[in-house]
Structure formats: C-alpha cells, structure tokens
C-alpha cells in the first residue's frame, strides 16, 4: 500500500469517527429541541395557576441525579452540571422572561422621585413594562407635585443620600395617607427615620444590590428594611420577587452595619491599593503578564472601581461618620498586624509564628466558608483561564 | 371536584411533565457518554499516527452546523453554541490530557531537589509522564547524592525558600558541569546570584505562577529568569510550553520587584481583610446574604486565603526584609488617604473633594485597562450569579 492510499485510507476512518460524533451532535439537538417543548408546557400550566416558576430546590435535586448518572457511565460530573446548568438557565430564562411582564399590581400610580437618575429611569423602565403607571418627578416639577401625588399607590425617593433627607420631608405632606412611601438609598437608618417621622402611613426602604447597568432582576438582590408596614403593603416586594430577584428582609441598622464593611471599607481599601499602584508607576500590563489568575481578578476589581463615577464611592465612603471610625479601626488593625510581623527582624521567628498561630485560628472561624471560597472562586479562575 | 383534589390533580399533572423532562435528560447523559466513547477512539487512532489533536478550523465548522440545526428546531443559536462549546471543551481536555505527555527532550536525567514537596511531586508526575528520567534527592539522601548526579541534564531546586540557597551551595560541586542548575523558589535574585557563583555551568530560574492543585499546565503562567543560558538549554522551557504552559521571561531584580506587590502585599492586604471580620465576628453568611457579587468575590479570595497553607503564606510575606519596607510604604500610604478623607468632618467637603481629585488622577492613569477590567469582572460576576 502507497503512502498516499495509507493516508487516504486513514482520513477516511477519521472522517467516519468524526460522522459519527456529527449524528450524535444531531441527537443531542434534538432532545434539547424536544425538552425546551415540554418546558414551555410547564411554563403554560404554572402561568394559568400563577404558581411560582424557579425552584432552587428542584434545581438541587436534579443536578445531583445527573452528577449522579453521569458518574455511573463514566463522564466527570462536574463537566455534567456544568452542561445541566447552562439548559436550566437557558429554560429558566425562556420562563421568567414570559412570567416577569406580569405585575403584581398593575394599574397602580408610582412616583419616582429623582426618576431620570440612572437607577430611577431603569425601575421606570420596569414598572411600566409590568402595567404600573409610572410618574416623575424631578429637581423641576415641584410646583406639579400635588398633582403628581394625586391618588398614588407608592412614591419612591431615589435622589443621592445628601439629598434624601431634605426631599423626604418635602415630599411627605403631599401624599395620600394609605400611599407607601419608599426610598432607595444605601443608608438606610436616616431615610428611613426621617419617613416615619414625617409621614404616617406605610413605610418601606429599599436598597438594590445592583447596579444601573443590570438587563433583568433575575437573582439579583433587593433588601427590603421594614418602617411601617400593613399586609397590602407587600405588593412592592412581590413585584421585585416576580421579577425574579431575591428580596432579603433587614432592620436598617443591621444594613448599615453590614454595608459599612461590605461597602464602604471594601471599597477604600480597593481605592488604596489603586492608589498605591498608581503612586508607584507600576507597569500593570507587565504585572498582569506574570500573574496568577487570583492577581489578575483582584486587579480587575479594582480598574473596576476605577472606571466607575468617583461621585458615587464618596458618597458610599463619606455616608455617615461612623465609616470614617470604621476605618480608623481598620488602619489601626492594619498596623497592628505589621507590628507583629515586624518582630521578625530582630532575628527571631517570634513574627513569623505569631502570623502561622493567627492565620490558623482565623481559618478555623472561616470554617465551612472556606470550601465553598475555594470551590467558587476555584470555578471562576478556571473560567477566566478559558476565556481570556 | 374539592380543592385538595384539584391541587393533587395539578401536582400530578406537574410531576409528568417533569418525569418528562428527567427521561430526556437521562438520554442526553447517554448520548454524552457515546459521544465521549468516540472521542476518545479518536484520540487513540490520532496518538497512534502522533496528529496532531486540536483542530481549531475544525471546531469553528462544527459550532457553526449545530448553530444552524438548533436555529431550525427552534432553539436559540447562542445557547447551543455555549452547550457545545462546554462539550467540546470537555473532549478537548481529555484530549491534551491523553497527548501532552510527549516530552521535548524524553530520556534527559532530571534531579528534583526537594522533590517530595507538593510542586516537587507535580513536576516529577509531569516530567515522568512525558519520559524524563526523575530522581528525587530528599534531605535524607546526600550520601547517594554523587550516584544521582551522574549524568544528569538538569537539577531543580524546589526547597522552602530559607533553605535555597543553601542547598544550592551544597549541590553545586556534585553536578556535571553542563547540566541546568535551575530553581523554583518565589523569590529569584538570591537564589539565582547563588546559582552564578557556586556553578559555572548553565543557570536558569523557574517561578511556577500556578499551584500543586493544578490539573495539566494548560495555558497556566511559568516565569522563566535567564542565569546562564547557552542556545541548547532551551528545552526545559519549551517543554513548559508542549505542556501548554505560558512561558515569561524576566530577569530576577524586575520578576521580584512585581511579586513584591502581586503576592506579599495582596496577601498580607487579603489576612488583613479576614482578620478584621474575624476580630469583630462579622456574621459571614448573613453579609453574604446581602451583598453584591463583588463582594462574594472578594470575601470568596479571602477565604481562599485562610484555607491555604500559613507557612506558604508566611514564607512569601517574610521571603525578603524588603518585603516588610514596602509594607510599611502602604501602610503609610493608606493612612494618608484616610486622612484626607477625615478632612471632612471638620463641616467642609474638602476630604471630599480631594478624594474625587485623586479618583479621576488614578482613573486616568489605569486608562484602557478599565475596560478590560469591566469586561472580564462583569463577566464572571454573571458566571457567578448564573452559578451559586
């Protein structure tokens, strides 16, 4: 046999390997076809009841029999679930861009007060894609505000946080009594005081853990903090839940409490290590060329942070003066931490082992989070190395 | 007909249609399965006539064809593209699994120094698997140490880095004098000095930028810092790079400079971070219920951190005195920004003010890398809203 036909005859028995992997790609189509069918059945059949659509428990479940089945014919499971999930979000997203129009309580009047800020014009943008009749009312349209109030379900303040406070008092006297008063900034003690101070009808405060530029509420998390609420005032956080978010009920003070850390100090100490870099010259593409993934993600925090509104961080960092504290408290930990360290040079190990003894105890209170840190951060580096 | 019935009635109907569904994913896993059969008589017949595997033209077509069919049955393209891609990716990954074992240079005689340590066993299991001849000199084996250096073609040392140079010092006499002395410690300028002056033969450094959990060097970074380096001792890193690595040349002072800020500050500034929750026990789940996905992202690298080694950790924090003085420059420089913030209270908006100043400055100068940033964080924060 010629080299050639050897050749020949062995592109031909690669072709008909290839073939075969073609028709089994065919197969895989069409039940992907056939089970996107009975999903939109299951969609129909729970819209005519108005049954909830997204099931995170169900979703468990399934995706443990299929890790399940694949490890019995011999396939890596987590390559499985991997592919589960791509065609539950695909028939999860067919579902609840269906389900999502609908409004809990269409027809009602909603004021946004500040509604052509970014936040503002994307609820506007929700509300009325869902039946509310949205209303306006700007910096300008003060002189229209009785007429803006007349008859309304729900008036939201979404102004920056200086502001909130003034416009609050401003607003409450023209409201209808049963009307909720809202707002949407990212403190929630003052705003929320200064509404049930000022009014006294129904009371909420919401803060969205998202921002401007989000496509759909899908998963995304909307706190709710309580200030005087009847059992008809729940239309609001309904709403948020048909959309799909996930609404998380907190007293004010433990939100603020918590967005000092999870925002403000977060965000300064992100602002630090920009700085410093940018203090330093230090050549980020080189840097970037080197390192870990882990680096590369944290960097790419922080020219995140950078290439947002500086407006916006101040006024997070800036909120009240207890952040300024809980920074002070931050830098004096800081210190502290390198003073252990420090004992270093004076040629003991006394630094060294006062870090090991520290760190052990510290990954002992992390406990169980540490496995699902490394398992998702683990999933994310390895999507960053696929991709980019 | 009563309403328990009715209910039961609707349960029953929603459970077919899910058994439906279960039964067109189990025969999905089992078209996988046949699927991954042919793969891999496809790598059998490839690895036998040593073709080569990965075909990007080829899967560009298939991608296209199941594009087209899912289009047909009514399914959108791009959800089928990211299917496949999650398929393709799968056969692909056991595909260079299988293959990468070619060595460049098979039957060379490596030494690894240390080789019982984790990155030691990862690289003898690498080296071995594409037929290298590995020996292992562990502290207990320096009388044998004149029988393992025979004939050798290249020694690594992979030793905690306050024994490096030592043991470079130690072995140096015993090699042949052109066999590679290389090193694989974090740190490059004193344990590539050391090499210099106690060998006369050819020096080369190793920083793998990648840890022992690490499946294949797949698209993983390896930084190679040139010593001594005549044109035949290339080999070692061009077997890095048949192994799929990414290799980056820098020399030893520029490769120290940057892990001085890529790893000793993110990490002491990351046990900083979770010693600051630990001190004040921050309730971890609850902040996570609330808060953004940068967050979880940030607290994910946090525990991460604590799940590791501390003796790692300490090793490259205290790896140099310099270190510890650029620590301190830190410090001081987040000192600093807090008290240009604290201007602040004194009822004026200076703080304020120079704060946005300082934001725009360091904005402009990370410049094009923010959108780079914005595109890969966005990225995987919607991975990890998809995911968790």
Redesign the interface.
């Known amino acids: 046999m010629s080299t050639t036909e050897k050749n020949n005859q ?1 592109q031909m ?2 072709n008909r ?2 073939g ?3 028709d ?13 069918t ?2 939109a ?2 969609v129909a ?2 819209k005519e ?1 108005q049954l909830s659509v997204y099931h995170p428990a ?1 979703e468990a479940d ?1 995706i443990d ?2 890790r399940h ?2 490890r019995e ?4 499971p987590d ?2 679930e ?6 539950m ?2 028939s999860r997203s067919t579902q609840t861009a269906e389900i999502s129009r609908v409004g809990v309580k269409p027809g009602a009047k909603i004021l946004l007060v500040g509604g052509g800020g970014v936040m503002g014009r994307l609820f506007s943008r929700w509300f009325t894609a869902s039946g509310y009749e949205v209303r306006i009312l700007e910096v300008d349209d003060w002189d229209r505000v009785a007429e803006l109030c007349s008859d309304l379900d729900m008036a939201i303040v979404s102004v920056p946080i200086a502001a909130t406070v003034s416009t609050i008092t401003r607003l409450a006297p023209h409201l209808p009594e049963d009307c909720i008063l809202a707002d949407m900034t990212s403190v929630k003690e003052p705003s929320v005081k200064a509404m049930l101070e000022n009014f006294s009808g129904p009371v909420l405060g919401f803060h969205p ?2 921002g401007p530029d989000t496509p759909t509420m899908e ?3 909307m ?1 709710v903090t309580p200030g005087r609420e009847r059992p008809e005032d729940r239309w609001p956080a309904e709403q948020f839940a048909a959309w799909g978010g996930v609404v ?1 009920r ?1 007293e004010a003070a ?2 603020d409490e ?2 000092a ?3 403000a ?2 965000h ?2 992100t ?9 330093r ?2 050549n ?4 970037l ?4 993934p ?11 942070l ?2 947002q509104d ?2 916006l ?2 006024e997070i ?2 909120a009240t ?1 207890k952040r ?1 504290d809980l ?5 004096k ?3 502290n ?2 003073e252990m ?2 004992d ?2 004076k040629d003991s190990d006394r ?2 082992e006062s ?2 003894t ?6 002992e ?2 406990g169980p ?6 398992r ?2 683990g ?2 580096i390895n ?6």
């Open positions: 062995e028995q690669l390997l290839r075969q992997i073609d089994l790609d065919h197969q895989l189509i069409e039940l992907l076809a056939r089970r996107q009975v999903v059945e299951v059949f729970k009841r169900r399934m029999i299929r089945h694949g014919v011999g396939l890596d390559y499985l991997e592919i589960f999930r791509g065609i979000r695909y853990m998202f998963r995304q998390i706190v998380v907190a433990e939100h918590i967005m850390i999870v925002q100090l977060r300064f100490a602002f630090t290590f920009g700085r410093f870099l940018y203090q010259r230090i980020l593409k080189r840097t060329e080197f390192s870990s882990i680096y590369r993600l944290e960097l790419d925090m922080v020219g995140r950078f290439a500086p407006e961080y101040s960092i800036f003066p300024l920074l002070r408290d931050y830098l930990s800081f210190k931490n390198l360290l420090a270093n040079d630094g060294r870090f090991v520290e760190f052990k105890q510290i990954a209170w992390f989070f540490s496995d699902q840190a490394i998702e951060s999933y994310l999507k960053l190395i696929e991709r980019f």
